[in-house]
């Protein structure tokens, strides 16, 4: 009995690295992303909170924070949507956890996006950034 519980207790641990760790990497080559984005075939998403973006944005993406999104999904995703306008959707957060939520709030209603992971992968890549609002 110990030995199935010890089991249970490794399976449930590795759902969980999977799901931190692995689930919510960077999708897709920034680099390759953003000449997507250059020549008007995607937009990027960032979810982060204002006090985040303030130290910093890509250049020329759109703001949706989160916590907006989970106060009114339907609008939001809506508004997202219709600023796609049948473009690639590139998400991306501090980490890669909150893109991943709002990609699957996107894959619910039928929206197919991209989790460019944290921040930090981006400027890693030397993509150009610009002061978040104020």
Not at 18 to 33: C, G, H, P, Q
Request: include cysteine; proline fraction near 2%; charged fraction near 30%.
């Amino acid at each position: 009995m110990k030995k199935l519980s010890n089991v249970i207790i490794a399976f449930i641990f590795g759902f969980f690295i999977f799901n931190f760790f692995i689930k919510n990497i960077a999708e897709a080559d920034v680099k390759e992303s953003y000449a997507h984005f250059l020549s008007g075939k995607a937009i990027f998403i960032d979810v982060r909170e204002e006090d985040e973006v303030r130290q910093g944005m890509v250049k020329g993406a759109i703001w949706h924070p989160l916590s907006k999104i989970e106060k009114d999904k339907t609008s939001e995703i809506k508004k997202i949507k219709d600023e796609a306008q049948n473009k690639e959707i590139y998400l991306y957060c501090r980490s890669g956890n909150r893109s991943g939520k709002v990609k699957s709030y996107l894959e619910e209603a039928g929206i197919k996006s991209v989790n460019m992971g944290g921040f930090s992968n981006l400027i890693n890549e030397q993509i150009p950034t610009q002061q978040g609002p104020q």
